[in-house]
């Protein structure tokens, strides 16, 4: 069964600086997706990046990219120039390609804290 | 446009009662999904509707859950004898499906109290 880790409960970043944090995952499956989602306080969960594993290149978009290791099952989120509302639950989650479900398998989240 | 929308926004109710949660999906999407959220975990998978049928019930916990779509739209997730476990976020996504990169659209969710 495919898994999603994430390592880091919380993180703290600076105003305007950059942060990474960090995902790993385990599957035997060569095609997937890996998407990263933001839950404010509203508890909507927003899309914030998604990456295809047989691209090679890194997804970027706007400020936020991310670091890419399909060997080493990795897929960590980089938030460059942070602002005050980048403050929320982060979620790494999974996505198998094909199958008789799209389900989504989510890590259990790093709360992000934007220090001013 | 509209984005995925749930009532009730906030639900409480005794331990052994039956509720509805119910979920619109964005319009014309044909995939629909439930998941649960306990307090600090992620989201947990627990219904896929494609169309009015339920293509994967897998994550459904025990048969006091129970979820249908009739019209191949609006969805509602039934759980009858509450428990107090039962309490968490319930959360509902829709997707256009048939796009290589579907992408799950999510709603605010009902958070559920079981007292």
């Known amino acids: 069964a495919q898994t999603v880790t994430q390592s880091q409960p919380e993180m703290s970043v600076q105003e305007a600086e950059t942060v990474t944090l960090s995902c790993t995952y385990d599957t035997s499956e060569s095609d997937y997706y890996l998407f990263w989602y933001k839950q404010p306080p509203s508890r909507q969960m927003i899309l914030v990046i998604r990456?295809?594993?047989?691209?090679?290149q890194n997804a970027t978009e706007n400020r936020f990219s991310v670091n890419f290791q399909k060997a080493a099952k990795s897929f960590s989120l980089k938030i460059s120039d942070s602002q005050l509302g980048d403050a929320a639950m982060y979620f790494c989650?999974?996505?198998?390609?094909?199958?008789?479900?799209?389900?989504?398998?989510f890590g259990t989240g790093t709360l992000l804290a934007v220090q001013p | 446009g509209a984005g995925v929308s749930q009532t009730p926004s906030n639900k409480v109710t005794e331990k052994g009662k039956y509720v509805e949660l119910r979920c619109d999906p964005i319009?014309?999407?044909?995939?629909l999904y439930w998941y649960r959220q306990s307090l600090g975990q992620g989201p947990e998978f627990l219904i896929y509707?494609?169309?009015?049928?339920?293509?994967?019930d897998s994550g459904l916990p025990n048969d006091r859950f129970f979820a249908v779509r009739p019209e191949g739209s609006v969805s509602t997730l039934k759980i009858q004898r509450t428990e107090r476990g039962d309490s968490a976020v319930y959360l509902c996504?829709?997707?256009?499906?048939?796009?290589?990169?579907?992408?799950?659209?999510f709603g605010p969710g009902t958070r559920l109290l079981v007292l």
């Open positions: 996504a829709s997707s256009l499906m048939g796009t290589r990169l579907e992408t799950q659209y």
């Open positions: 509707f494609q169309g009015t049928g339920a293509a994967d």
């Open positions: 989650a999974y996505r198998q390609s094909g199958g008789a479900t799209n389900k989504l398998i």
């Open positions: 319009s014309g999407h044909t995939a």
């Open positions: 990456q295809e594993a047989y691209k090679q």
